[in-house]
């Protein structure tokens, strides 16, 4: 969310790649400095695998992008195998902890794909603040904390106290 435009300029790419509406300034101000900036939004799982392909077509990896896409779509398909529709844990997923943001975009369809239920926020739309009160109302049965833009993580940065945690509690790479 901060680049450093002074080193863009010094690499001085062919093509800068943004996306979702967050970076829309940055976008414009890329745009204004000459570059080449391809934009995107993508909200859905779905979105994402249009999205590999768009990335193939513009850096001429098309066979690559398709490749990939294969796998990827693949890898999916093997999680949904192995759901039952039965016995689907409650899964609160945190793109931020101050304040608490339940994740959206694609993460629903995610943890849908995957044998979750996801009751904070409807697939496609975006992440929202989460109160301890809502969080509560809907008991999870996993705690998934995969704080947008630090990486790999082992413990909350924000301290839960106060929020009933599950057994169930993961710290994933968001990257």
Known sequence: MTPDYGKIREINPDIIFTSDELQDEIRV?????????????????????DLVDEIGSEVDAQDEATKLNRQLIARVNRVEEYVEDKNRPVVYAEEWDSPPMAAGNWVPDMIDAAGGTYPFVSPGERSTTVSKDEYEKYDPDVFLSHICGCGEMSSFREFRDEWSLPNRVYFVDDN
């Open 29 to 49: 101000e890329l745009e204004n400095m000459g570059f080449n900036v391809k934009h995107s939004s993508p909200n859905r799982l779905n979105d994402l695998f």
